[in-house]
């Protein structure tokens, strides 16, 4: 049964920050704000933004670190209609700008000259909202938002190539939020861990799920902080990737915060076996999903309480999503969470019937119906008249003990045209000879890698995902040197 601000395929956020009035809404380093709170500060913020002059059509971009700001622009392109581009915080603004075009810029950082843009600084439109003097906009009413109106344009990771913007509506979060709540069961005693960036659809879907089911969203200081916002404000629902995960069970302190939380949703990346183990082992409510961008984020997780066997897969499709497998094996998502557009696409009417999206992965359902993904169709290569799947060097890889994450790509060779090379990150020693001979006893001689070398934090480019094309380029140039220097 849905809400009763959620009426006639619209949604009325008046209706929602009455209903959750007096519950904690956003803890922050500075506070915690109440539902009601929040609507007094989205307001101050609304205002503001129309004193700007940002209209109903407009597009308005924002780069800088996870903020409340980026809480209240979210909400506020609902409310008035305009288009909201988080931009990536870690990635140069210059590099940016070109990316799509805009119509404001929200930064604190110089912007070149533009007569495309506005530049608009953070603290104009968001002063200091929990003082007593901060101004009260009015009581005017905000109109229940449908569920077609486009909200936002999320950018995929780039981990294949050039970034391109996913339109999402407001019925695409409202869905998706739906659907994963009913899923994990979230209540409004329930504190979910903003662990994510919010330019990506995974972070800013948090903020949607704890606010449709009148839940806090624990915002911390800095992204790289979160294991002290873990100690400090013991969430019950977190969403976490491998690498922030592994880290976590080094500490003792924060397993045992984890093992007492509802559930962690593991994703972003293929999850390492022994990982699973290890936090099935201690007791931790780990919960493995699929999902993509296109898909407003999570099209599949494992249920609570599933067979041990089933945590080694995607899990089964989510309320309001649609899962399945083309005769190629191409996993294709479809659902009232599938993206509108994209952004270089002019809007088009809404299409009648089901749409489907073909992702870029292969895969099947299992018997009991858990999405088994395979790896990416579009990366074999041959070697030697053999054809390769990066996918199963890197599934090899990752059943080895402490590796986090295995990217393999394609090498130019003079006697086989190409070769496979991986990429390993690991917290722990590192010994490719080591590994080698573990994967002779795994894959066919030609299947193994002819060199495995080590990622650092710091060769993701600014991004979630390392970027398999550059990876593919350094390790061409590598093994060039290596053959001119043998020479």
């Known amino acids: 049964m849905k809400p009763p601000f959620l009426q006639n395929d619209a949604i009325d956020l008046e209706r929602l920050f009455e209903e959750y009035r007096a519950n904690p809404a956003l803890v922050t380093p500075a506070g915690t704000l109440t539902f009601g709170e929040i609507r007094k500060c989205l307001g101050i913020v609304i205002a503001n933004l129309e004193k700007a002059g940002i209209r109903k059509g407009d597009s308005v971009a924002l780069h800088g670190e996870n903020s409340e700001l980026h809480l209240y622009l979210f909400l506020a392109a609902w409310i008035m209609g305009f288009l909201y581009l988080p931009l990536d915080f870690k990635a140069p603004l210059a590099s940016l700008l070109e990316t799509a075009p805009f119509d404001f810029l929200v930064t604190s950082e110089e912007a070149p000259p533009s007569k495309d843009f506005a530049v608009l600084r953070p603290e104009n439109l968001l002063p200091n909202l929990r003082s007593e003097t901060a101004p009260w906009p009015g009581n005017r009413p905000w109109p229940a938002i449908p569920f077609r109106q486009e909200a936002s344009a999320i950018f995929t990771s780039g981990s294949t190539g050039k970034p391109r913007g996913i339109v999402h509506t407001v019925g695409n979060y409202v869905y998706s939020a739906l659907g994963t709540n009913e899923f994990v069961g979230l209540e409004p005693s329930d504190r979910w861990l903003l662990s994510l960036p919010l330019f990506h659809v995974g972070g800013v879907l948090i903020w949607v799920r704890t606010l449709l089911s009148g839940s806090s969203c624990i915002l911390p200081g800095r992204l790289k902080r979160i294991d002290a916002a873990v100690l400090a404000h013991a969430p019950t629902v977190l969403s976490l990737v491998p690498t922030q995960l592994i880290r976590f069970l080094a500490s003792e302190d924060i397993v045992s915060v984890l093992r007492k939380t509802k559930v962690i949703q593991l994703g972003g990346a293929p999850m390492p076996a022994w990982l699973i183990d290890k936090a099935l082992d201690l007791g931790i409510p780990v919960m493995p999903t ?198």
Request: glycine fraction near 12%.
């Open 290 to 487: 699929y999902g993509s961008t296109e898909s407003c984020t999570q099209a599949t997780g494992v249920a609570r309480g599933s067979d041990r066997k089933a945590y080694f897969t995607a899990g089964r499709p989510l309320p309001y999503r649609k899962v399945r497998i083309a005769e190629d094996g191409t996993i294709q998502l479809g659902g009232k969470t599938l993206f509108s557009r994209y952004l270089d696409a002019p809007p088009q009417p809404s299409p009648a019937g089901d749409r489907i999206f073909s992702t870029a992965d292969v895969g099947y359902l299992d018997p009991a119906g858990n999405l088994v993904v395979l790896g990416r169709k579009d990366g074999v290569f041959i070697s030697g008249g053999e054809n390769i799947s990066p996918f199963e060097i890197e599934n090899a890889l990752l059943k080895l003990d402490s590796v986090v994450t295995a990217i393999a790509v394609p090498v130019p060779d003079e006697e086989f045209g190409r070769v496979p090379w991986a990429f390993v990150e690991m917290p722990g020693p590192f010994n490719e000879a080591e590994m080698l001979a573990a994967l002779k006893s795994r894959l066919p001689g030609y299947k193994v890698p002819k060199r495995i070398l080590r990622l650092e934090p710091k060769d993701q480019e600014g991004k979630m995902k390392y970027s398999r094309e550059g990876l593919t380029k350094l390790a061409g140039e590598i093994a060039r040197q290596e053959r001119e220097g043998g020479r």
